[in-house]
């Protein structure tokens, strides 16, 4: 099970809060390629993801998807879904083998009316969330294509045995889901990143052999 002290939503808890809410959570394992929760379900619990990979995304009518993030053990969703009635905002599909913690709304509401400051870490902490969004927003908005592929790959680039590589396999349609631009103009960036020097793909797989350039 999730050690909650090192869960971002709950950071500032108290022992004795993060001991009541880690008592209230049960775990579940899912194959990959498991839909966790389908956009405009009812929303009744909050998961924390122990291992494995997920998908976050947004589809309209046609079928066509819209990344709106991946995310892997510490990392959780769902969270709103624990202060409010609303349906889910986004559908989670897994993309390998996982395991969560799943906290449910009604356990949730009975333990926060013994620990009520629970409810205010929670939402000075979604605060902050919503910032980092709202952040992300603005990237959207404001950049170029270029500069939205540039930080995506920056975003999920980490460094790893001297190299700086991104460990989630990306084909070139994932990362236009991301960004929210066609296929064959990240095609044609990635090919100019690459002959560059800047990039290097093997198997889906990305190393950042240099810094970016800031503009295309």
């Known amino acids: 099970m999730t050690d909650l002290s090192h ?33 405009g379900d009812q929303a009744n619990a909050m998961f924390i993801c122990t291992s494995g990979k997920v998908k ?4 309209d009518e046609n079928g066509r ?48 009316i013994n620990h009520p400051d629970i409810a205010l870490v ?6 902050a969330r919503i910032r980092k969004l709202t952040e992300n927003v603005k990237t959207l908005a404001l950049q170029d294509v270029y500069g939205r592929i540039r930080k995506t790959l920056m975003d999920l680039s980490i460094d ?19 960004i929210g631009s066609s296929r064959e103009m990240v095609a044609r960036i990635l090919k100019d990143l690459a002959t560059g020097g800047y990039i290097e793909i093997e198997r889906k797989q990305f190393r950042l052999l240099k810094k970016l350039p800031e503009s295309y």
């Open 7 to 39: 869960i971002s939503i709950f950071e500032g808890l108290p022992d004795a809060e993060l001991s009541a809410l880690q008592d209230l959570c049960i775990t579940r394992t899912y194959p990959k390629n498991t839909v966790i929760i389908n956009e």
């Open 65 to 112: 998807e819209f990344v709106l993030n991946s995310m892997g053990p510490g990392e959780y969703f769902g969270e709103l879904s624990l202060l409010d009635d609303e349906t889910r905002s986004a559908s989670v599909i897994t993309t390998d083998k996982s395991t969560f913690s799943i906290l449910y709304k009604e356990d949730f509401s009975k333990v926060v």
């Open 56 to 59: 976050v995304y947004v589809s």
């Open 160 to 178: 790893k045995d001297g190299e700086t590589v991104i460990e989630e396999k990306l084909t070139q349609q994932d990362i236009a889901n991301r």
């Open 122 to 127: 929670l939402l000075r902490n979604l605060a």
